[in-house]
């Protein structure tokens, strides 16, 4: 009797059971490849025509044959008549489907342009208004002490706004990343009642106003504890507004996690701890970074419960727990309130510094999270090419596998 594992080298025939035999594509025609991206020629000349047209046909209403004026009525109208008229160029040549299709890509692509145009208006605006005060390196060097509202640009700063807005919203990281990951992780991998009343607080404190968490905070931290307004309890006040965003995006986040992952790390031996750190969280990792995003981009702009629990000053002051700290959000509203140029022009370029420290906190996460699951980048998939070229050289030079008898076929 044979001991070793042989091949069988023989094979059933074309057609036959178990063998799968693969179709003659002789004579059949292969149809036009559809195009996913790009643009036709006639989807060009609908655009092009219809935004022609409409322009003209708005123009002619608005200066020639009505009475009608405004800017923003002329665009609305222009805007209808685009819509109207490219669904009657693209009918020509399309059916009702294809129409329809058109129609909403080019309500989602217009959607998509004005919220891009509203952003880029606001950031420019922003800009302009605030470049007279952003061209001078005072500006960032000084704080506002013992600088009157007609005092020219060349004096005073808002580095101590600057330096309380990055105490106060690290102070409120340090205390919401560890807090609201964990109740994440609590509410998918542990669950029952509890979780689920959990969750209910938490739906019901994102739309919590910001106003209410300033007095919270005001109430029970600097009545009964501080007696005095400082940069902690403004930390506390944007923990709390933070802290739900930051929760409800992540609980999302690690619902995406497949459960195929969590049966092979348990059926692998690993224990529920090891798992949602090994597993979990870091194939979860670039979601989790857009939860704290989003909570960050909550708590850095509130002005509300920095105005009610961290009071107003021109001082720096680097002690969280002792005296007043001001924060951006707060420096900004004092300072556009005044009727002084100079000081309007330092609120608009207190603004524009805020959007620029956003951007490089926006930036930070997401080189941190890095890229998601799968997302592998060129090099790293020319390696796992590689390896997969070797793990099959090897199985292909690998010997026959012995096969020992059993005891019956060894004892007859």
């Known amino acids: 009797m044979s001991t070793v594992l042989e091949r069988d080298q023989t094979r059933p025939a074309a057609g036959s059971a178990g063998w799968t035999s693969i179709p003659d594509k002789t004579g059949i025609g292969v149809g036009e490849r559809r195009r996913l991206r790009g643009m036709s020629f006639d989807d060009t000349f609908n655009l092009v025509g219809a935004g022609a047209a409409a322009t003209c046909t708005a123009t002619l209403l608005f200066g020639w044959l009505t ?18 008229i490219y669904v009657v160029l693209t009918s020509l040549r399309a059916d009702r489907q294809e129409v329809a299709d058109r129609v ?14 509203a952003l880029i208006f606001v950031i420019t605006f922003t ?16 704080t506002l002490e013992g600088t009157g509202p007609l005092d020219p640009l060349t004096s005073g700063g808002i ?87 930051v929760i409800r995006a992540s609980d999302v986040v690690l619902r995406l996690v497949a459960n ?6 348990y059926a692998l031996g690993a224990t529920r701890v090891r798992t949602v750190w090994r597993v979990i969280l870091p194939t979860a990792r670039s979601g989790l970074m857009t939860a704290l995003i989003l909570g960050t981009a909550r708590g850095i702009g509130e002005t509300a419960p920095v105005l009610l629990t961290s009071g107003v000053t021109a001082v720096l002051n680097l002690n969280p727990f002792e005296g007043p ?16 140029p100079a000081m309007i022009a330092r609120g608009f370029g207190a603004a524009a510094v805020l959007l620029i420290l956003v951007l490089g906190l926006f930036l930070t996460a997401r080189a941190i999270g890095g890229r998601g699951p799968g997302d592998l980048t060129t090099r790293q998939r020319r390696r796992a090419a590689e390896a ?10 690998r010997e026959p596998v012995p096969v020992f008898p ?5 004892h007859p």
């Open 325 to 340: 700290m001001i924060s951006l959000p707060l420096a900004i509203f004092d300072l556009v309130k005044s009727p002084e």
């Open 67 to 84: 009475p009608l004026t405004g800017v923003v009525g002329w665009l609305a109208l222009a805007y209808l008549l685009f819509l109207g």
């Open 104 to 117: 909403v890509t080019v309500l989602l692509v217009s959607a998509g342009v004005a919220l891009l145009g």
């Open 159 to 245: 580095l101590h706004a600057i330096v309380g807005s990055l105490i106060q919203i690290g102070i409120a990281l340090v205390i919401t990343i560890p807090l609201g990951l964990a109740t994440a992780v609590f509410l998918n991998e542990v669950g029952g009642r509890f979780a689920r009343f959990v969750r209910t607080i938490v739906d019901a404190m994102t739309a919590l106003p910001s106003v209410v968490a300033g007095l919270f905070v005001y109430a029970a931290v600097i009545q009964l504890v501080t007696q005095q307004r400082n940069g902690f309890a403004a930390s506390l006040a944007i923990t709390v507004m933070m802290l739900p965003i």
């Open 388 to 397: 997969s070229r070797r793990d099959a050289q090897r199985m292909s030079r």
């Open 260 to 265: 195929n992952l969590r049966e092979a790390a």
């Open 127 to 142: 800009i302009i208004r605030g470049s007279s005060a952003l061209f001078h390196v005072n500006f960032f060097t000084q």
């Open 406 to 410: 059993t005891t019956e076929e060894s």
